[in-house]
Nanobody, 123 residues
Framework: QVQLAESGGGSVQAGGSLRLSCEASGDMYAFNCVSWFRQYPGKERKGLAGILTGAGVTYYDDSVRGRFTISQDFAQNLVFLQMNALSPEDTAMYYC????????????????WGRGTQVNVSA
């Protein structure tokens, strides 16, 4: 069993930055990848970034590459998403999820999910 908890969301002005955190607990052998997704109301969840926690290899969706950065503190079971140059289009619920591999285009492959943290970006 794995539990994930996001934090760090909030309200910022366009052009600002936020750093989201995801803390994992439970069976650390049950997953190899932690990824960040976001969801607009009425839309499917979209994969943004993922990290293989053992190797530190990272993956990004083209829509956020160069603007968002995923990283980890392996010893503390923490995964971060640094978000820079935010715009109102980044307003969404942000989730972290864990799976055997980083399937950014396949959210159904992730058995473990956090409850989400809301990000609001105003113009």
């Amino acid at each position: 069993q794995v539990q994930l908890a996001e934090s760090g969301g909030g309200s910022v002005q366009a052009g600002g930055s936020l750093r989201l955190s995801c803390e994992a607990s439970g069976d650390m052998y049950a997953f190899n990848c932690v990824s960040w997704f976001r969801q607009y109301p009425g839309k499917e969840r979209k994969g943004l970034a993922g990290i293989l926690t053992g190797a530190g290899v990272t993956y990004y969706d083209d829509s956020v590459r160069g603007r968002f950065t995923i990283s980890q503190d392996f010893a503390q079971n923490l995964v971060f998403l640094q978000m820079n140059a935010l715009s109102p289009e980044d307003t969404a619920m942000y989730y972290c999820a864990a799976a055997k591999y980083c399937y950014l285009h396949l959210p159904r492959e992730y058995p473990y999910w956090g409850r989400g943290t809301q990000v609001n970006v105003s113009a």
